[in-house]
């Protein structure tokens, strides 16, 4: 019994995972709200670099790794983020007008989806490949939507664990505020989760083959 409350102990991880998540998402809500929303890419990509390193079990004060991270990615973070808005805002657009006008044809809904499905892919990866690599906006974008071809089947698997999770967020008062609460950092471990082996991998193949991979932070420490 006494083993289960100690250090190494499930209820001791659990505990220190849930404060975590807690810490991360009170970051992105503190960091989104300064600039009043137009910083919701800096501090989407503050999370991503402190769930990167999450994830491989590297992370120390998360507060302190939170704002260094927000400070290096201002310059990219402000547009990447806007411009991620600006695209899904345009889908959303797309199902109210399917829904509100009347006899809306059916390829206006599939257009729906599929602009969803693009930016999905042209986004989803884009936010941990800017916490991780120095290059410029458009080729983070284009890059994450190869990386989104190329893995289909992880990236489908990403999305839906997205969902459901997101689903199961909304599903009382309770969820929702549990939601509120670590919701955030949720997603943004999924995605860290299923980016950095794809990370690993393709490091790894541009190196046999040759290849300049973009400069990996972990490697200057």
Do not use: H
Request: with cysteine; glycine share 8%; charged share 15%.
């Amino acid at each position: 019994m006494m083993k289960a409350f100690s250090i190494d102990g499930p209820i001791y991880k659990f505990m220190t995972a849930i404060s975590s998540a807690f810490l991360l998402t009170l970051c992105w809500l503190v960091g989104t709200l300064i600039g009043l929303g137009t910083t919701i890419g800096v501090s989407t990509v503050a999370c991503c670099d402190v769930g990167l390193k999450m994830v491989e079990g590297k992370e120390g004060y998360i507060v302190r790794q939170y704002i260094q991270a927000y400070k290096k990615n201002l310059r990219q973070g402000i547009p990447l983020g806007i411009i991620a808005l600006v695209a899904f805002y345009t889908v959303y657009l797309d199902f109210e007008i399917f829904i509100k006008i009347e006899n809306a044809s059916i390829f206006l809904l599939m257009w729906g989806f599929l602009s969803c499905a693009i930016f999905f892919c042209c986004f989803v990866y884009a936010f941990p490949l800017c916490a991780r690599y120095e290059n410029t906006l458009m080729n983070t974008i284009k890059n994450s939507f190869r990386i989104s071809i190329r893995y289909y089947g992880r990236t489908v698997l990403m999305a839906i664990c997205i969902v459901v999770v997101i689903l199961a967020f909304q599903w009382n008062l309770t969820t929702m505020l549990i939601g509120l609460i670590i919701g955030p950092a949720a997603i943004v471990t999924i995605i860290c989760g299923f980016s950095m082996p794809i990370f690993r991998k393709i490091q790894k193949q541009n190196t046999e083959d040759g290849v300049e991979t973009y400069r990996d932070e972990d490697s200057d420490q």
